[in-house]
Antibody, heavy 119, light 113 residues
């Protein structure tokens, strides 16, 4: 079935970097945009940006420009979210989510990856 | 950025009763060239990712029960659950995908009275 499976939880120190993966299955990976959404503990949802897996083009929310990088590897149907120069307030669950074809509502979500930043 | 504001912040409804959640956008999310509202609704249960319920403001996503319905246009939208079931307890979010950055409402916590 259609699903997105993300990599496991991470614990990092301030200033470190982390790379979260999102493996797609059950559909044509290059046919749908992939979005990343952040949720801090007990908080709401925050869109970070999208990547077009076909072209590699990206669109980042201004807030995240300069410290996140979205990439993909089409050979293994996997999208990646790299976070640099981590701070404690970056502690959150990071979700990948597929953009519904023809719109950018998010119809399939990964299970989420908890990234904890702590010294 | 388009600001999405939901009301109420929390809601308690008896089983079998109607639940209504409102969402207002700071600018219209109706795209005139195709007459579609770029508005979605999700719910999120504890420990789970969000689940898409409604897109294009009123189209139910695949597999979503017909007790869920969406309405509204322009800047004002409503999600209605016609007969609340125990499994509907969750936090509900609206989201605009009209323009980036795509933005969500702050969430409405729905509980059983």
């Amino acid at each position: 079935q259609v699903q997105l499976v993300q990599s496991g939880a991470e614990v990092k120190k301030p200033g470190a970097s982390v790379k979260v993966s999102c493996k797609a299955s059950g559909y044509t990976f290059t046919g749908y945009y992939m979005h990343w959404v952040r949720q801090a503990p007990g908080q709401g949802l925050e869109w970070m940006g999208w990547i077009n897996p076909d072209s590699g083009d990206t669109n980042y929310a201004q807030k995240f420009q300069g410290w996140v990088i979205m990439t993909r590897d089409t050979s293994i149907s996997t999208a990646y979210l790299a976070l640099n120069r981590l701070r404690s307030d970056n502690t959150a669950v990071y979700y990948c989510a597929r953009g519904l074809w023809g719109s950018n509502a998010f119809d399939i979500w990964g299970q989420g990856t908890m990234v904890t930043v702590s010294s | 950025d388009i600001v999405m504001t939901q009301s109420p912040d929390s809601l308690a409804v008896s089983l079998g009763e109607r639940a209504t959640i409102n969402c207002k956008s700071s600018q219209s999310v109706l795209y005139s060239s195709n007459n579609k509202n770029y508005l979605a609704w999700y719910h999120q249960k504890p420990g789970q990712p969000p689940k898409l319920l409604i897109y294009w403001a009123s189209t139910r996503a695949s597999g979503v029960p017909d007790r869920f319905s969406g309405s509204g246009s322009g800047t004002d939208f409503t999600l209605t659950i016609s007969s609340l079931q125990a499994e509907d307890v969750a936090v509900y979010y609206c989201q605009q995908y009209y323009s980036t950055p795509y933005t969500f409402g702050q969430g409405t916590k729905l509980e059983i009275k």
